[in-house]
């Protein structure tokens, strides 16, 4: 199967993230197995969802070192987006394919798989790797779960290519991504007699306020890489929720933030700087009102960030095969970080433009698969 029935098959899939992807790893796995190639799956703890891994052996029968190519299967949804064909139906108009999930990322998925037979036929010295996971989308979930039964295994890998959308350029580094949800818990009372009560929002209000303080000293004071286009790490808050009644002091306000570092600022250290905050300064003043106030912070999605070396063997063959010599760095977050936190060095670069991943009529050009197959084969045939 050519790259492109293979991304007519995958988009037909739904496999936006709430939704099970079995159907597309199963069809996958079987496929695989008919070119005798063994796979195995790493489910989440629902057993709806899995992540797929494969090795294409040596010529000698090894399976060690080599290369692994990965891709995440789930989708961003399509829910209130005005569409000019249907987003599951991979359709062709002007030398471009749409269809949800063309750019982000079955078009990698697709070349990769097209590539399978002859990468078997190659007589390779090292092995290549298929990792294939689950719920990318919401927070790089599913990686985690593939990546520890790989170590699990005593699979090691020379390097990773994470074929996320970059026009077939080479992408070097990104930032990580931490999601926090936060919950002040104060007291409710009557709004004409505020000694009764706490109110959450106005210390939720407080934090907020911190937060922003934080995110304004890291852009004043650095630390500071002038190849990202948002050269410093960013903090922010984007959903709030509190209270009942405007006569009412309200006893829970809730809200979401998120920071994105640099791969060399630790992300505790910044999240620490919030709980210092709240540890010592808000908690007090609120317990002061309210014994029993509270302040709770749960932890969401997390991604590190990744920043490969020039020296790493992946990087100088990514940049040999595309004759890509610019320093490109990302805020946007993928699973390279994950790669490259288990020791395997790890760079990102894929067919389409991320710049339609995510929108209504995404769609990736032909000429980009066909750029991708190419570099694929000639990634076999280097190794
Ligand atoms: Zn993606």
């Given at each position: 199967m050519?790259a492109r029935?293979?991304?007519?098959?995958?988009?037909g899939?739904?496999t936006t993230?709430?939704?099970?992807?079995?159907a597309?790893?199963?069809?996958?796995?079987?496929?695989l197995?008919?070119?005798?190639v063994q796979?195995?799956?790493?489910?989440n703890?629902d057993?709806?969802?899995?992540?797929?891994?494969?090795t294409?052996?040596a010529?000698?029968?090894?399976?060690?070192?080599g290369?692994?190519l990965?891709?995440h299967t789930?989708?961003?949804?399509?829910?209130g987006q005005?569409?000019?064909t249907d987003p599951f139906?991979?359709t062709e108009?002007d030398?471009?394919?749409?269809g949800?999930g063309s750019?982000d990322?079955?078009?990698?998925i697709?070349?990769?798989?097209?590539l399978v037979p002859?990468?078997?036929a190659?007589p390779?010295?090292k092995?290549?790797?298929l990792?294939f996971?689950?719920?990318?989308e919401v927070?790089?979930v599913g990686?985690?779960?593939?990546?520890a039964?790989l170590?699990?295994?005593?699979i090691?890998?020379?390097?990773c290519?994470?074929?996320e959308?970059?026009?077939?350029q080479?992408?070097v580094a990104h930032?990580?991504?931490?999601?926090?949800?936060c919950?002040?818990?104060?007291?409710?009372?009557?709004?004409?007699l505020?000694?009764d009560?706490?109110n959450?929002i106005?210390y939720?209000?407080?934090?907020?306020?911190?937060?922003?303080?934080?995110?304004?000293?890291?852009?004043?004071?650095g630390?500071?890489?002038?190849f990202?286009?948002?050269p410093?790490?960013?903090?922010?808050?984007?959903?709030?929720?509190?209270?009942?009644?405007?006569n009412t002091i309200?006893?829970?306000?809730e809200?979401?933030y998120e920071f994105?570092?640099?791969?060399?600022m630790?992300?505790?250290?910044?999240q620490a700087?919030v709980?210092?905050?709240?540890r010592?300064?808000?908690?007090p003043?609120?317990?002061?009102?309210?014994?029993d106030a509270?302040?709770?912070?749960?932890?969401?999605?997390?991604?590190?960030?990744m920043?490969?070396s020039?020296?790493d063997?992946?990087?100088?063959l990514?940049?040999a095969?595309?004759?890509d010599r610019?320093t490109r760095?990302?805020?946007y977050?993928?699973?390279?970080?994950l790669f490259?936190?288990?020791?395997i060095?790890?760079?990102v670069?894929?067919?389409?433009?991320?710049k339609q991943?995510?929108?209504?009529?995404?769609f990736i050009?032909v000429?980009q698969?066909a750029?991708?197959?190419k570099?694929?084969?000639r990634l076999?045939?280097?190794l």
């Amino acid at each position: 199967m050519d790259a492109r029935t293979w991304l007519t098959q995958l988009v037909g899939f739904d496999t936006t993230s709430r939704n099970s992807n079995l159907a597309l790893i199963e069809t996958v796995r079987d496929w695989l197995k008919r070119q005798g190639v063994q796979s195995w799956l790493a489910h989440n703890a629902d057993g709806n969802k899995a992540n797929l891994f494969a090795t294409l052996p040596a010529a000698d029968g090894s399976v060690q070192g080599g290369v692994v190519l990965s891709g995440h299967t789930d989708v961003v949804p399509v829910d209130g987006q005005v569409w000019d064909t249907d987003p599951f139906v991979l359709t062709e108009k002007d030398g471009r394919l749409y269809g949800r999930g063309s750019a982000d990322m079955k078009g990698f998925i697709a070349a990769s798989l097209a590539l399978v037979p002859e990468f078997l036929a190659m007589p390779r010295k090292k092995p290549i790797h298929l990792a294939f996971s689950y719920d990318e989308e919401v927070g790089c979930v599913g990686a985690p779960v593939m990546l520890a039964e790989l170590q699990g295994r005593g699979i090691k890998a020379d390097g990773c290519v994470v074929g996320e959308p970059t026009g077939m350029q080479v992408v070097v580094a990104h930032k990580g991504i931490n999601l926090f949800t936060c919950r002040v818990h104060g007291k409710a009372a009557h709004s004409s007699l505020t000694p009764d009560g706490c109110n959450a929002i106005e210390y939720a209000a407080r934090l907020i306020c911190r937060i922003r303080d934080i995110a304004d000293a890291m852009k004043a004071n650095g630390p500071y890489d002038k190849f990202y286009d948002v050269p410093f790490s960013t903090m922010t808050t984007n959903l709030i929720k509190g209270g009942i009644a405007v006569n009412t002091i309200p006893a829970l306000c809730e809200f979401g933030y998120e920071f994105r570092n640099l791969p060399g600022m630790p992300a505790d250290e910044i999240q620490a700087q919030v709980e210092r905050y709240v540890r010592e300064e808000l908690l007090p003043r609120m317990q002061a009102e309210y014994a029993d106030a509270r302040i709770e912070i749960e932890t969401g999605a997390a991604a590190p960030g990744m920043d490969a070396s020039e020296d790493d063997a992946i990087t100088q063959l990514a940049r040999a095969l595309t004759a890509d010599r610019v320093t490109r760095k990302v805020a946007y977050a993928t699973e390279a970080g994950l790669f490259h936190n288990v020791g395997i060095p790890t760079v990102v670069c894929g067919p389409g433009d991320i710049k339609q991943a995510h929108k209504p009529n995404e769609f990736i050009e032909v000429s980009q698969l066909a750029d991708c197959e190419k570099f694929l084969r000639r990634l076999g045939q280097s190794l």
